[in-house]
């Protein structure tokens, strides 16, 4: 990464390195590309066509190391199993991750657009196998696509032969042959190919059409406090699980303390006698050492686990550990401590999503939609609370519905309205409370006003209502009437 | 004089009840409205706490919930502790939940994305023993969950509340089916507090108790929570049943 020594994304840019005993280049810019420059031209080729063109050396290792620092941001941030895919790439399993970044293609579109404000221009995708991800992620990613599960195959039968992680010879020779897409290769018989390139071919399509599995070796740091336990018999049944993953955690929770630390995520891994991985992912709202706790987030996902035909190694890591140290609390005679709900918000947050628990706090506004704002559970309370004057309703409609009705303008409320088709005749009604929006956002909120009124009808029903206008000026607002929201 | 004593023989049977069934005194806790009237009908004396309570919406109210949620945040806020609030639909509006006496810093919200989660957050909740109480926005609720979710809340003595709220009025008739929650009450608003002025006074619901175990079942007419979750008798109802007592005390004397 070159940072603030990087010259301005307009000056064509490129990187060249040493093919045998020729300089070519080996990474170019949109800026590079666009001026006619080619990954595998010659570096003296290059200089001749472009004029200001600026060149550095490629620094593989840098690239490697970079991209380890990569894989290890999206260990942290997306999946517990994720390794690299030199040169430029990255392979995570999803599986059982999405769900707690509100399914996969928001996990795919968070991960471009946090890699963009990084600087990095990402293309993800998700398939079935890491062969088809890899291909669609190359070569059909727009940035990012999800193809639905078992669809795969078909999905990379169209794309050129160069996606299926061949080397550069075979690529070349196959398309001398007159074959271009993956879809052409799976159609030709597989005996003379084999007999002329190797066996290469075959293992890579079949990895790519889920024939043969292909798993993923997840990086492991050193600095990630991790502890194993080898099975000589391989265990399946739910409660040897259980019983291991306590063993596993008081381990770590030693390993913690040594280093004075509390675990906010645990990774298990569990490696089946199929080669295949098995992973659970918890995390917490504050960094937690009791291994009581811990286990108990740990077993509440144990089905989750598919065992397959048993697990011969299991693995526990604190993917994200932060400073715990012990603190003297002074307890109070008189008053009952306050119960600690930090375990049920770190249970229900694993179950559900760790954004959909959340404490609501006031915000200083008095635009009704904007007075609210969530805040994580655990946040400290500020004291602070709405100004209660003006009765508020207890269900507030996402978005104001339209309504129908007869009114005497300026300031009277209406006499009947209709709202989802049901007349309503008011019988009495509290009003208008004018809330100015807010000037400072946007030029149409200058001058809006809002005129709430608090109506209720025969029946005994209440109803927040306003009209969008003071009802005397027409730049105030529509002069319509809404529903916003329903007393109890 | 004559009602104290079978009095003390249904009491002394409702403990021996209380021990076959297997519940312990600190289970007993019980949350008092405050109001005689409606306190002299629950059987304890108030809503038991390590239990399960129903509310329903009347009318309109079966869908938007709105009463109900506010009866619910009332008993929740006068119950004290923190209070967990699971949800499919988010639209419930905290600062009407901070007028109804819930404070904000009180709740922590769950929006759970289908019913099948929900009825597991909620016991979760009731299983865990530091919340004061637990209210759930649940359309359906069968016998076999609602006793899991009874179960939970005698186990830990947490008070929960389920706010039952459907899709559609059609659907609302659900709310005959039995289930194993304690008390059953629905909530309906009726025409507030009448003003010598022209405005809208203190609302009032009509709070009928369907279901009440060892209990009768009751209705009444009640204004809404204050802002310390309390509700009210409606002064003209409060003058009669008063008069009625006084004259009672009088006599006895």
Redesign the interface.
Same mark, same amino acid.
Not at chain 2, 64 to 71: E, I
Not at chain 2, 187 to 192: L, M
Not at chain 2, 198 to 201: A, C, D, E, K, Q
């Given at each position: 990464m070159l940072g603030d020594a990087a010259p301005p994304s307009e000056t064509p840019l490129v990187l060249v390195g040493r093919e045998g005993r020729r300089r070519e280049i080996v990474a170019a810019d949109a800026a590079a590309q666009r001026a006619g420059l080619r990954i595998g031209m010659a570096a003296s080729k290059a200089l001749a066509l472009v004029r200001d063109l600026v060149m550095r050396d490629a620094e593989p290792d840098a690239d490697l190391a970079a991209l380890d620092r990569l894989a290890l941001w999206a260990l942290r941030r997306y999946s517990p199993i994720v390794a690299t895919d030199p040169p430029d790439g990255l392979v995570i399993e999803a599986t059982g991750a999405t769900h707690l970044h509100g399914g996969e293609a928001a996990m795919l579109a968070d991960m471009v657009a946090r890699l963009k404000a990084a600087g990095l221009s990402a293309r993800a995708a998700m398939a079935d196998t890491w062969g088809a991800a890899h291909a669609l992620a190359r070569f059909a990613a727009r940035p990012t696509l999800v193809v639905p599960a078992g669809e795969s195959a078909a999905a990379i039968m169209a794309l050129p032969i160069a996606a299926l992680r061949l080397p550069a010879t075979i690529v070349d020779s196959l398309r001398r042959l007159g074959l271009d897409q993956i879809g052409d290769l799976e159609r030709t018989p597989r005996a003379p190919l084999a007999l002329r390139f190797g066996s290469d071919i075959g293992r890579r399509l079949d990895q790519a059409m889920r024939r043969l599995s292909e798993p993923i070796d997840p990086i492991r740091p050193a600095e990630i406090a991790e502890v194993r336990r080898q099975f000589p018999e391989p265990i399946s049944a739910a409660e040897t699980i259980a019983r291991y993953i306590a063993r596993l955690v008081d381990e770590l929770c030693i390993l913690l303390e040594a280093r004075g630390q509390g675990a906010r995520r645990l990774d298990l891994l569990c490696h089946r006698v199929d080669a295949r991985m098995a992973a659970v992912r918890v995390g917490t709202a504050l960094p937690v050492r009791d291994a009581r706790r811990l286990t108990q987030l740990l077993t509440d996902k144990i089905e989750t686990i598919d065992p397959g035909f048993g697990i011969e190694l299991m693995r526990l890591a604190a993917t994200i550990a932060e400073p715990l140290s012990e603190k003297q609390t002074i307890s109070d005679l008189v008053a009952p401590p306050e119960a600690d709900i930090r375990d049920l918000i770190d249970t229900l947050s694993n179950r559900i999503g760790g954004d959909r628990l959340y404490r609501i706090v006031p915000v200083q506004s008095d635009v009704p939609e904007r007075c609210v704002a969530r805040a994580a559970p655990a946040s400290p309370d500020a004291g602070a609370s709405w100004s209660g004057l003006w009765p508020r309703p207890a269900r507030l409609l996402a978005s104001p519905e339209p309504i129908e009705t007869v009114a005497l303008l300026p300031d009277h409320p209406p006499v009947t309205f209709t709202w989802r088709g049901v007349r309503r005749r008011v019988r009495r009604a509290d009003g208008p409370e004018r809330i100015f929006e807010e000037w400072w956002r946007s030029d149409a909120e200058l001058d809006a006003v809002r005129d709430y009124f608090r109506v209720e009808d025969e029946q005994g029903e209440r109803f927040w209502i306003y009209r969008a206008g003071d009802g005397e000026h027409g730049e105030t607002g529509s002069q319509r009437w809404y529903m916003h929201g329903i007393f109890g | 004089m004559s009602t104290s004593a079978p009095r003390s023989v249904v009491s002394e049977l409702r403990a021996r009840i209380a021990r076959l069934e297997g519940r312990t005194a600190h289970q007993r806790a019980v949350l008092p409205f405050g109001l005689a009237a409606i306190d002299r009908i629950l059987p304890e004396g108030g809503l038991l706490r390590g239990a399960l309570h129903e509310v329903a919406g009347g %009318?309109? =109210?079966a869908v938007? =919930?709105?009463?109900?949620? #506010? *009866?619910a945040?009332g008993v929740a806020a006068r119950g004290g502790?923190?209070v #967990?609030w699971c949800m499919t639909r988010a639209? $419930? *509006?905290?600062?009407? #939940?901070?007028?109804a006496g819930l404070?904000?810093?009180r709740?922590?919200? /769950?929006? &759970? %994305?289908d019913e099948k989660?929900l009825l597991? &957050?909620f016991e979760? =909740?009731l299983r865990?023993? %530091? $919340?004061g109480a637990v209210v759930a926005e649940v359309s359906r609720l069968s016998m076999t969950a609602s006793r899991r979710l009874q179960l939970a809340a005698e186990a830990s003595g947490t008070l929960g509340l389920a706010v039952r709220r459907w899709r559609r009025q059609t659907e609302a008739a659900d709310f005959g089916m039995p289930t194993a929650a304690t008390t059953r009450w629905r /909530?309906?608003? /009726?025409?507030?507090a009448p $003003?010598p002025v022209? %405005?809208?006074?203190r609302?009032?619901?009509l709070l009928e108790l369907i279901r009440s175990r060892a209990g009768e079942c009751a209705d009444f007419i009640v204004e809404?929570c204050d802002?310390q979750g309390r509700l009210a008798l409606p002064s003209s109802l409060a003058d009669g049943q008063g008069a009625k007592d006084v004259g009672r005390r009088r006599a006895s004397v």
């Open positions: - | %009318g309109n =109210g938007d =919930g709105a009463a109900a949620a #506010l *009866f945040a502790g923190k #967990l639209d $419930l *509006f905290a600062p009407a #939940l901070a007028q404070a904000s810093a709740v922590v919200y /769950v929006e &759970c %994305g989660a597991a &957050c979760e =909740g865990h023993a %530091g $919340l /909530v309906s608003a /009726v025409p507030s $003003l022209p %405005g809208v006074g609302p009032r619901w809404a802002d």
